[in-house]
């Protein structure tokens, strides 16, 4: 069974501040997404990762996969309170449909 | 994209009944999954429903307490079965985005209270 384990699972801090949210496991994936999920609403993606050592960029959010394609890290540079939700990894595997999802990182940005 | 909507958005009911969940959505797809997400915890999958075949469940999910209907490329029913407060939970539906990855579209997701 394959495991996404990311941390911290809760991260409070203040705007402006940089933070790095980590996606960890022993096995891997052909690909790597984000979600960001607001309450009362479902996970919305963020980004898909692909090739070992691959960066992208959404505006302030970094999100990088190793270079074995077993983790990734989401880094989000002066946080705002707009950033605050849930964020999910989820993991992917070729020819296969289903997504194995992290625990999630619950993230409070105080202004 | 596609867009998903899910009915009802928010029910509590009383244990041992049952409540069925619809997820409509504005195009065409082959398959639709199924999560469940407990209060502030991550989604796990119930199953994945494929049109015209039975769904396939995950590991700890049955087809007599989750029973799924597929009738169309657009629409897929999940009914909670015999309810218990275990099942409170969010129920989401999702789609994949049809990149060719495997993105998903999330619905807003039903809120389940079972008392």
């Known amino acids: 069974t394959q495991l996404l384990e990311q941390s911290p699972q809760f991260l409070s801090i203040q705007e402006g501040e940089n933070l790095t949210v980590y996606c960890n496991s022993s096995?891997?994936?052909?690909?790597l997404q984000w979600y960001r999920q607001e309450p009362g609403e479902g996970p919305v993606l963020l980004v898909t990762v692909v090739t070992g050592g691959e960066v992208k960029k959404l505006k302030r959010l970094t999100f990088q996969f190793g270079d074995a394609r077993k983790d990734s890290s989401l880094h989000i540079t002066a946080a705002q309170p707009g950033d605050t939700g849930l964020y999910l990894c989820a993991g992917a595997n070729r020819g296969a449909q289903k997504l194995v999802f992290g625990q999630g990182t619950r993230l409070t940005i105080n202004p | 994209s596609a867009v998903i909507s899910q009915k009802p958005s928010r029910d509590i009911c009383q244990r041992g009944t049952s409540l069925t969940i619809q997820c409509q959505v504005d195009s065409q797809v082959t398959m639709m999954f199924w999560y469940r997400q407990q209060p502030g915890q991550s989604l796990t999958l119930i199953a994945t429903a494929n049109q015209g075949s039975e769904a396939t469940y995950e590991s700890g999910f049955v087809i007599d307490k989750f029973p799924i209907s597929r009738p169309n490329l657009t629409f897929s029913t999940l009914t909670v079965s015999n309810m218990s407060p275990e099942d409170s939970s969010i129920y989401l539906c999702?789609?994949?985005?049809?990149?060719?990855?495997?993105?998903?579209?999330f619905g807003p997701g039903t809120r389940l209270t079972v008392l």
């Open positions: 999702s789609v994949e985005t049809g990149t060719g990855g495997s993105e998903q579209f």
């Open positions: 096995s891997v994936f052909s690909s």
